[in-house]
């Protein structure tokens, strides 16, 4: 795998959850193989097996809404914090047990080529890597102690206590690719990005948080089609992974890094 930085190994990192997705063509006949594909993951590890149905409501700009229900079916490891999730059109690996790359891209192998066996999916369309990490500063120190300075924005000091502060920026970084760096910061509340809800693994640190914290969300995917195949997928998030790495060590200070070794 390429890295363009050695790895970096925070026996206290801030990270709580990753995921990794790929998308293809919808494949109606999903419903039809999820059995196969749960008795191949149950053997892997992944024993837990739960199914849901969400709602998607879409405007248009005529003004009109439409709803499209969405079955999931999820695959949960034994140990309760990694899972493989399935749709009609998408397989998602996510993790709050994260440890290196390599042992991520180990569970996203495993589903991608039961999947890939089972379903038979032709095209992929979007491959995306996201990490979430939560920081929760120690001793009092500010914000500013453990990410760029430019993340906070203006203070507003002299006007009373910040509450909160909420930033986004989405970068070009090649023909198909982007990258969506996230920053948010509160006083007390829910520490985890909405979107990402339901989850059905579970937490190594508490995410409904009384004390100040922030989070550091980034998001890069792939937009590019591609003839499916594991290989093909691996291939890419490697690539966002290493982009990734550079940005988080851009987004935070040495500082930082030094007090989660």
């Known amino acids: 795998m390429k890295r363009t930085l050695p790895a970096l190994t925070l026996s206290k990192s801030p990270l709580v959850f990753v995921l990794g997705q790929v998308r293809f063509e919808t494949i109606l006949a999903m419903d039809k193989v999820i059995p ?25 700009p005529d003004g009109k809404e439409t709803t499209e229900r969405k079955p999931q079916w999820e695959f949960v490891h034994s140990d309760k914090r990694r899972s493989l999730l399935v749709d009609r059109g998408s397989i998602t690996c996510q993790t709050t047990s994260y ?13 991608l080529e039961v999947v890939e066996r089972r379903a038979k ?16 500063p120690i001793e009092s120190k500010p914000m500013d102690w453990y990410v760029n ?3 906070l924005g203006v203070s507003f000091g002299r006007f009373g206590e910040r509450l909160g502060q909420s930033t986004e920026s ?17 006083a007390q509340g829910l520490a985890f990005p ?5 989850v059905g693994v579970v937490f190594r640190r508490p995410i409904q948080l009384n004390t100040r914290f922030a989070l550091l969300d980034t998001d890069h995917f792939d937009l590019a089609t591609f003839a499916f195949s594991s290989t093909a997928v691996l291939e890419r998030i490697a690539s966002l992974h290493d982009t990734l790495d550079q ?8 500082n930082a890094l030094k007090e989660w070794q």
């Open 121 to 136: 999916p032709q095209q992929g369309a979007r491959v995306g890597l996201r990490y979430v990490d939560l920081i929760e």
């Open 170 to 186: 989405l970068i070009r970084v090649g023909e198909q690719r982007r990258l969506v760096a996230r920053y948010t910061e509160a």
């Open 36 to 60: 196969e594909i749960q008795d191949e993951l149950r053997m892997a590890g992944f024993t837990g097996y739960s199914e849901r149905t969400i709602e998607i409501t879409r405007g248009s």
């Open 247 to 254: 940005i988080f060590r851009e987004l935070v200070t040495p």
């Open 99 to 111: 440890s290196s790359y390599e042992t991520f891209a180990e569970d996203l192998r495993k589903g």
């Open 194 to 198: 909405l979107d990402l809800l339901p």
């Open 149 to 151: 300075r430019q993340l």
